[in-house]
């Protein structure tokens, strides 16, 4: 009764910021029955706790009423008694860490100590999607002053008043805190997050050797959307192959970048899938071995494509590697063979060797030795990429022009505009739709509606789904008489990943959390998708209402690699798939009434 009394105070709030408040105060009055509410809803109560909502709660973080820090933050004034402040806190058992310096909160900039809020609600998600018990969570945010001068000249601000710290004053604080955290919880997970471009590649490479640790920026971003890629690339792939067997006209191959001229079949059907296709895509597979297989062979298909990427921060070049690693850990060409798939548009275009002026670090890999041009249009006729990706925060930057290119070029063009948060996407579902007559195949960084196409033929039932497989949208209609079909954008939620990945780590005593962890949690979760309903329904993910046994199966697979790979500890009895996920389902923390697995 507690849980549907607050579910129905919830829906009756209007403003998202006030049912963030609500869910804040409900966590400090009532907590199990916001654990039953978190738990037993969390595809409706997670905009609420993260993105989009949480950016606003950052910016006004020090001026929100009633608003109870749950984390602890550790300021340049504690220079020299870190050690001292971790031993202070009120739970000693702390397992997992989410640390940001407020620098680059989401596209929202520098804001300062209100960085806080992203710490607190990353944290939650551990429980939320991998079932990690809250008490052994911390949530911690470094002041080290900020830029922001809005921030600096509020009297109601609440962080340190100063510039922020740089070099080797920064360097030593969070030497010191690297020092004090293997001194205090030698086996805790950290998870950097939102530190600015200055500081997260470097940060990340100095203490992964040293730390369990990983930055979801760079890392969690990169394996969400090579998960989509792979979902994506196996579903256009096995409907361009079915339609070039069954001699269909304008069925080349996806990965071809071969031109689809106006009026010519794609073999679909106003974007959705033709009725002789639609029984030869593959179903998503149910266990992790299998969905791990499933991954993998997409993976191979991957080097048939070629990737452009608007934008060059952590983020983009972040997702880059991982493909290009993935590539070559599949094909077995050179890693710089595979980043020959990866190009990357910056403020100044297309990012190649010829190009002058001093490159950063982190785009070398990525400058290729082709002709330079400043526009995102010109790039797409150039390069004729089968994949579109946005990581810039510069809203509208996939123009109609941009994006009917995109659909020229391919009869299933991939787009995804993955900048957060809404406000600051590449473009926006319903305009991707538009634009290519509903063919595209889309995921987003932020929610976006779903949209209702009409169907010009009756759509046949779909390939079968193994027991335990979610495949995301149940609203479209499969009878055979339907005139419409309803098509929910995919969101790119690096809480499919992250909490998995972490909790994993957790479980197995990881030393480091290596590059190839990734691959197998994009690869576990890609292989879950049932190829009908990604062209069909747009749901290149599970559902998000089925997170936790999504992460169950993620989990499973990763605690088996890292234990066979030398990196954790293999506990008894977990020596089969099966094992694992006994043994991960039964470490689900969960309240009376709510989703315990």
């Known amino acids: 009764a507690g849980e549907e009394q607050a579910l129905s105070q919830l829906k009756s709030i209007d403003k998202p910021i006030e049912k963030y408040l609500f869910l804040r105060r409900l966590l400090e009055t009532r907590p199990d029955e916001y654990y039953r509410l978190l738990l037993g809803n969390t595809e409706l109560v997670l905009p609420f706790i993260y993105t989009p909502t949480v950016g606003e709660a950052c910016e006004r973080y020090h001026e929100l009423p009633g608003l109870i820090t749950r984390g602890l933050y550790l300021t340049l004034e504690d220079k020299g008694h870190i050690l001292d402040k971790l031993k202070a806190w009120p739970q000693q058992n702390v397992r997992v ?5 407020g620098e680059r909160i989401l596209g929202l900039g520098d804001l ?11 944290i ?14 911390l949530p911690l945010c470094l002041d080290v002053g900020t830029n922001n001068e809005k921030l600096l000249a509020d009297p109601g601000y609440k962080g340190l008043r100063r510039r922020r710290a740089r070099g080797a004053e920064y360097d030593a604080f969070v030497g010191e805190l690297a020092a004090a955290l293997t001194a205090w919880r030698p086996h805790v997970l950290l998870q950097w997050e939102d530190f600015g471009n200055t500081n997260a590649f470097r940060l990340l490479e100095r203490y992964r050797p040293v730390l369990c640790s990983f930055n979801d920026d760079i890392q969690g971003t990169a394996a969400i959307t090579l998960a989509a890629l792979l979902a994506a690339v196996r579903a256009v792939d096995a409907e361009a192959a079915t339609l070039a067997s069954k001699g269909a006209n304008g069925a080349a191959r996806a990965g071809s970048g071969a031109l689809i001229t106006p009026g010519a079949s794609t073999g679909s059907e106003a974007g959705g899938v033709a009725p002789a296709v639609a029984q030869q895509l593959p179903a998503g597979r149910a266990s992790p071995e299998a969905a791990s297989a499933s991954g993998r062979e997409a993976s191979g298909e991957l080097g048939h494509h070629r990737v452009l990427f608007f934008g060059a921060g952590e983020a983009g070049t972040g997702i880059g590697e991982l493909i290009a690693y993935c590539i070559h850990r599949r094909t077995r060409c050179s890693l710089q063979e595979a980043r020959g798939h990866c190009f990357f548009m910056d403020s100044r275009g297309l990012v190649c060797r010829g190009r002058p002026g001093k490159l950063e670090h982190h785009k070398e890999p990525f400058a290729h030795d082709v002709p330079h041009v400043k526009t995102l249009l010109e790039a797409v006729r150039a390069l004729r990429p089968t994949v579109l990706i946005g990581v810039s925060t510069m809203a509208g930057a996939f123009s109609e022009e941009v994006v009917r290119e995109m659909g020229r070029l391919n009869a299933r063009p991939i787009i995804f505009p993955l ?17 290519t007559e509903g063919r595209v195949v889309f995921a987003s960084g932020s929610p976006f509606d779903p949209i209702t196409m009409p169907r010009s033929s009756p759509s046949p039932a ?15 209609s499969h009878g055979g008489s339907s005139s419409s079909r309803t098509v929910r954008p995919a969101q790119a939620n690096n809480a499919y990943i992250f909490p998995a990945l972490g909790y994993a780590a957790v479980l197995t005593q990881c030393k480091s959390i290596s590059d190839e962890c990734f691959l197998v949690a994009a690869e576990t979760l890609a292989g879950m998708a049932n190829s009908y309903k990604v062209l069909e329904e747009g749901a290149l993910f599970p559902a998000f209402s089925q997170i936790r046994d999504v992460s169950a199966r993620v989990m499973a697979a ?16 977990c020596d089969s798939p099966d094992s694992w996920l006994h043994h991960v389902r039964a470490r689900m923390w969960g309240v009376p009434g709510a989703g315990r697995m």
């Open 462 to 476: 779909p390939s079968p789904i193994p027991p335990g497989t979610s495949t995301g949208s149940t609203t479209s």
């Open 97 to 101: 860490i989410v640390v940001t310096d």
């Open 558 to 573: 990763l605690c088996e690699h890292m234990c066979a790979s030398g990196l954790g500890i293999r506990p008894r009895g």
């Open 112 to 122: 300062g100590a209100g960085g806080m809020g992203i710490s607190e609600g990353k």
């Open 124 to 137: 939650t998600l551990y429980t939320a999607a991998a079932g990690v018990d809250p008490s052994v969570c």
């Open 419 to 435: 900048s957060n948060p809404t406000s600051k996407s590449e473009c926006t579902f319903e305009q991707a739709m538009r634009w």
